[in-house]
């Protein structure tokens, strides 16, 4: 199958650009009116133009969201700044906004540009208000995203589902879990941990998916829903007795939920009514995504390519013409649900194209559609850096492949919204001119992310662009996690389980960007975007220390040197307290700013420690005992915070150290520590964090590099 041309696509009617023009109030409110949108109608793939006399830029689309793609391709092509994910460097736009020197036109190079991992509504924040949500798909828009995972409000759509299938509201809500984990809940992992959500949360969030969905729409994107593909709630077998149930075992400490064999005519009419609930409140899409047996699920003795084939039966009853969308991870999708499906009524958003060498997706996937996709974080991880050589490289060469299926891109980290290069260059990739060349893209960066040409700012750029995000594929397609994170023991490597256990670049130097960043001039460090990232960037570099100290530490440990262990323990606390220092100054690092959302959407101070426990928990211990320990999930999602590195990992290095100096002095075993209790203790204590930054970042960080000795001539 190949790729679609634009010339098969189909005209696109006139449109609305209010929705546009509603979105540049928003987000240049001093700047709106200079801008005059306008439709562009015809056949073709999504382009737009840009033209104007100085304070007059016309902007034309092909829809409301490629208009402001079109908004942002001018800000950073001709006023060089930009609205980045975060940070933006608008400070820098001059009163009257200056004409291109010529028309220019940028058009799509892919129909499919896709955003939002299954997880990211758990790792992002569950709880973000209307007004997040606004500006995030304002700013999907801004960079070319045309279709947007949305899974908010489902667990409505199985409640009321499931009410009709003989359950008490009481029995559903036991098993849907609180928000911040119902995306596992979806793809079937797992059930019932931190619920029940009141009903106030089940209102609170179909509204807010509502308008998601509404605006979406508005925009000329597509809202991606969750499809039903058979998860049925416990208990369902004794009220529907003979039902063909398969049991889905465990998944990392947790009882997966049963799938309900699409072949039983029970799955039909679920199926119907999951639909006509999903319908009723969030209207129709043309996309739905659902992946039957992920991650370890069974099949028992249902034929996969048999219940694929009734599974979309029931997704083109309801909805005629519908795509499913499938993500490609591990063995998923299988080749059996491929082979059985039309290929025309599927995509693969793919999760793996810049992890592992020698893919070949026509092959795998026997032609179906797919993305190319990347997930450049995992449990929404503080780590910067990507395989971004590998996008640019391997991107060109899957699409110029004869008969290749390449129809689209997929931005999918598991936490969106922390490393805005990535998401800048990756959406890029789906836009003339494709990005070709490293180092052309990232001084053109250095240059519009700060709002202006500085020569300190491209060489801290070009020292990125050579080490974090120069990453080879092979294994991993994320940076390493800091080990100051990491549950404490001298042996560890990782803090998540799943996480690289080395060093992926040379941190000599990446520490290099950190001093040439300190240098930018002072008229450009006004600017969001730049305080933004000269806290990530030391934040990345004294965090990277952590692997320079603890083989240090586990030597004096062993030559029962105590003195020497004192003070190399001291410095490693010391740095600790250093980077929750430098974090507080930015309100992107704040575990108060994470916790607040929650707060704010409880209505009592019974909910209010509901949710916090639910935001707290998924950072640390993630679920229950056997999750964390067993299942290996106990700081998965860990990330570097102000107030979450002081209060709980800096806590537990102090303890761990302490343990060992008495080890020493006494000559027995370290005491043994309980850290799934102690991280449980802190995720349901409560304590009250800051939500506004304090502290001059730039003066931080001179104090950060200090500290570490990087910025010698």
Not at 300 to 320: F, Q, S, T, W, Y
Not at 417 to 433: I, K, N, Q, S
Not at 505 to 524: G, I, N, Q, S, W
Request: charged letters at 20%; a negative charge; one cysteine or more.
């Amino acid at each position: 199958m190949s790729i679609v041309h634009a010339g098969t696509l189909p005209a696109k009617p006139a449109f609305d650009v209010a929705p546009a023009q509603a979105a540049l109030m928003r987000l240049l409110p001093r700047w709106q009116a200079q801008f005059t949108l306008v439709a562009l109608g015809g056949q073709g793939a999504d382009r737009f133009r840009i033209r104007g006399t100085p304070g007059h830029i016309v902007i034309e689309g092909s829809s409301p969201a490629v208009l402001l793609r079109g908004v942002e391709t001018y800000l950073e092509q001709v006023v060089h700044v930009s609205m980045g994910w975060p940070g933006d460097s608008l400070a820098q736009l001059p009163v009257t906004l200056p004409a291109p020197v010529s028309p220019m036109e940028g058009s799509a190079v892919v129909p499919d540009r896709y955003a939002l991992n299954d997880t990211d509504d758990g790792y992002s924040n569950a709880y973000l208000d209307w007004p997040a949500w606004e500006h995030k798909i304002d700013v999907l828009a801004l960079h070319g995203i045309n279709e947007v995972f949305m899974p908010i409000g489902t667990e409505e759509v199985y409640r009321r589902t499931f009410t009709s299938f003989g359950y008490s509201n009481a029995e559903i809500s036991a098993w849907i879990p609180a928000a911040a984990h119902q995306p596992w809940w979806l793809l079937q992992n797992m059930a019932g941990f931190g619920a029940p959500m009141s009903s106030r949360q089940y209102a609170r969030r179909v509204a807010l998916a509502q308008k998601i969905v509404a605006r979406l729409h508005a925009l000329g994107m597509t809202p991606v829903l969750p499809g039903y593909f058979g998860t049925v709630p416990s208990q369902f077998a004794p009220k529907h007795p003979g039902a063909a149930l398969v049991s889905q075992g465990r998944w990392v400490g947790f009882e997966r939920p049963d799938w309900l064999d699409p072949r039983d005519p029970l799955y039909t009419r679920v199926a119907a009514t999951f639909y006509q609930e999903q319908s009723a409140l969030f209207g129709d899409s043309t996309m739905y995504k659902m992946d039957l047996l992920h991650e370890g699920g069974r099949a028992g003795n249902v034929p996969k390519g048999e219940a694929a084939r009734l599974v979309m039966a029931a997704l083109r009853a309801a909805h005629p013409g519908a795509r499913w969308v499938m993500l490609g991870w591990q063995h998923n999708p299988p080749a059996e649900v491929i082979r059985a499906l039309d290929p025309g009524q599927v995509l693969v958003v793919d999760g793996l194209s810049d992890r592992y060498n020698g893919l070949d997706r026509e092959t795998d996937w026997h032609g179906a559609p797919y993305t190319f996709g990347s997930i450049p974080n995992f449990g929404g991880h503080s780590t910067l850096g990507a395989n971004a050589g590998v996008w640019l490289e391997r991107y060109a060469q899957w699409r110029g492949k004869l008969g290749s299926a390449l129809r689209g891109i997929a931005w999918m980290p598991e936490g969106s919204g922390t490393d805005p290069a990535a998401y800048a260059l990756f959406t890029a990739l789906a836009w003339e001119p494709v990005p070709q060349d490293a180092s052309t893209w990232f001084a053109a960066y250095a240059t519009y992310r700060y709002g202006g040409s500085d020569p300190h700012a491209t060489a801290a750029w070009r020292i990125l662009s050579e080490t974090a995000y120069a990453m080879p594929a092979g294994e991993w397609s994320e940076a390493q996690d800091s080990l100051f994170n990491a549950r404490p023991s001298l042996e560890v490597d990782t803090a998540a389980t799943w996480s690289p256990p080395t060093m992926r670049y040379d941190v000599e130097h990446f520490d290099r960007a950190t001093c040439e960043l300190l240098k930018v001039a002072p008229a450009l460090r006004a600017t969001s975007a730049y305080r933004y990232d000269v806290v990530d960037i030391a934040r990345q570099a004294l965090g990277n220390q952590a692997r320079v100290l603890l083989p240090q530490i586990k030597a004096a440990y062993a030559a029962k040197d105590t003195a020497h262990f004192h003070a190399l323990t001291s410095t490693w606390l010391d740095d600790m307290t250093m980077l929750d220092r430098l974090l507080a100054s930015d309100p992107h690092f704040l575990l108060g700013t994470w916790l607040a959302p929650a707060r704010a959407a409880a209505g009592d101070n019974a909910e209010a420690a509901q949710l916090d426990y639910d935001q707290r928990s998924i950072l640390t211990v993630w679920g229950e005992r056997s999750g964390a320990d067993e299942g290996g999930l106990h700081d998965y999602a860990n990330r570097q915070l102000a107030g979450l590195v002081s209060g709980l990992y800096e806590t537990r290095w102090k303890r761990y150290f302490e343990t060992l100096e008495q080890s020493m002095d006494s000559g027995k075993p370290p005491a043994k520590i309980d850290w799934f209790a102690m991280e449980r203790a802190w995720a349901v204590a409560r304590r009250p964090e800051p939500t506004e930054p304090h502290g001059d970042p730039w003066q931080l960080v001179s104090d950060t590099v200090q500290l570490l000795k990087i910025c010698r001539p």
